[in-house]
């Protein structure tokens, strides 16, 4: 058995990518964060796994997730939610963010020869973390959502002895100048045409 999962919250003006308005609009944040979701379980979709599971912060899945198992996120921190999922899974598990769109089904794997698989991103912080055995110990105390993340979850790990595999680095979107590389990087993306059209909407205001 191995599980795989994508960790998002609801796809509300004002509560996701706050930090692309401005440029765009609270509205188009929004957009843009659903339009990067979607590409992401599509691309989960595609990764060989016997649970595909949803993360999620919010009252209604994404429509994109039908067939997913739906773990609602539970209170507190980013690390104690995390690891709070993580012991409650027992098989190989691999967490995925929705932040790169650009994922590909190629970018993931289960721990072969190591204990722990690591997708760094370029800011500092990590895009997936897989262990074959789950233990939520690994990630609560790390600090989230600052440039040395990874460092910290990497020390963590290192801490207790265990082998990491690297995954591809990748870059994830939090402000507008992300965003267009990231949409460079996947023009097929419905992020890219997200952004496309929300610049488009900006140009003829």
Do not use: N
Not at 63 to 73: K, M, W
Not at 154 to 162: E, F, K, S, T, V
Request: overall charge negative; charged content about 25%.
């Amino acid at each position: 058995m191995t599980a795989i999962v994508v960790i998002a919250k609801e796809c509300l003006p004002g509560r996701v990518k706050t930090r692309l308005h401005p440029p765009l609009s609270l509205e188009q944040a929004a957009e843009l964060a659903a339009a990067s979701l979607d590409d992401t379980i599509e691309a989960v979709r595609s990764i060989p796994a016997d649970r595909r599971i949803l993360f999620f912060d919010g009252d209604t899945p994404p429509a994109s997730a039908d067939g997913f198992e739906i773990i609602p996120q539970p209170a507190g921190t980013l690390d104690e939610r995390l690891a709070a999922l993580f012991d409650a899974l027992d098989e190989p598990t691999v967490l995925v963010g929705m932040d790169t769109p650009q994922l590909r089904p190629g970018d993931v794997r289960w721990p072969d020869s190591g204990d722990v698989v690591f997708g760094p991103a370029l800011d500092g912080g990590y895009w997936a973390i897989g262990m074959r055995e789950p233990r939520g110990d690994l990630i609560l105390g790390v600090p989230m959502s600052r440039a040395d993340t990874g460092a910290h979850q990497l020390a963590a790990i290192a801490r207790a002895g265990l082998c990491v595999e690297l995954l591809p680095v990748l870059h994830d979107v939090d402000e507008i100048a992300d965003a267009e590389r990231v949409a460079a990087l996947a023009p097929h993306t419905r992020f890219a045409r997200a952004l496309a059209a929300a610049s488009s909407e900006a140009g003829a205001a």
